[in-house]
């Protein structure tokens, strides 16, 4: 008996691969051998099939950040276009930011998709084992329950320091020609809200020290 089908029942246990073998000689064990040769040069993952990589799975996630980072460039643009048609000085910094200048007051704006996310930074400060600390909860907790920005008590630094800073999101729709009275009216509201605290602030203060009205 011809022994090719020894050496390629040899090759196909070597290569944990399940083949059917033929039992053929001369020129036809030949051709076997040759496809064995070829399926072991495949990649095979640990359950002994081989690992077909779908590389039209990564493509389509390409192209969707790639429509998305489009759309947000496009909202970054009109908002750009609002800011300057109500006379507000800004600069691009970063992947989709904005700084700008409003009132006296400076506001960080990130967009995404047709929102854009606009940050009032720290404007105020409190350490967390001071007697106000307590008080300062209180009055964030009450302006946060009124409409408008959400003030956020960020995490005490190395010093016990906590910072007060607000944020809004905004739509940026831009099949409108004017969004410069929305644009306004969200960015006085940042003034409203820190208005609303300093007043249930001071009114809280003052239970303990009535001076500190005058």
């Known amino acids: 008996m011809d022994s090719w089908w020894i050496i390629l029942l040899l090759i196909a246990v070597l290569a944990d691969t399940v083949i059917l073998v033929i039992l053929v000689s001369g020129s036809h064990g030949r051709r076997v051998a040759s496809v064995l040769k070829d399926e072991k040069g495949k990649d095979v993952d640990g359950r002994g099939s081989t690992h077909i990589v779908d590389s039209s799975v990564h493509t ?7 429509d998305m980072d489009k759309v947000s460039e496009e909202t970054r643009s009109a908002f750009i276009k609002t800011l300057e048609e109500i006379g507000c000085p800004h600069e691009k910094t970063g992947d989709l930011s904005i700084h700008t200048r409003w009132q006296g007051e400076n506001f960080t704006v990130d967009c995404g998709a047709r929102f854009v996310m606009i940050w009032d930074p720290m404007w105020y400060a409190v350490k967390n084992d001071s007697e106000d600390f307590a008080i300062v909860v209180k009055a964030v907790n ?11 008590i960020t995490a005490p630094d190395d010093k016990g320091i906590c910072g007060l800073c607000s944020r809004r999101e905004m739509l940026v729709d831009i099949s409108r020609s004017d ?19 300093r007043k249930y602030y001071l009114e809280e203060k003052a239970k303990t020290d009535p001076a500190i009205l005058n």
């Open 60 to 66: 389509q996630e390409d192209d969707s950040h790639s």
């Open 179 to 197: 969004n410069s009275e929305y644009l306004k009216a969200v960015l006085a509201s940042f003034f409203e809200v820190k208005a609303t605290f």
């Open 142 to 152: 009450h302006a946060n329950f009124h409409f408008g920005p959400v003030i956020v």
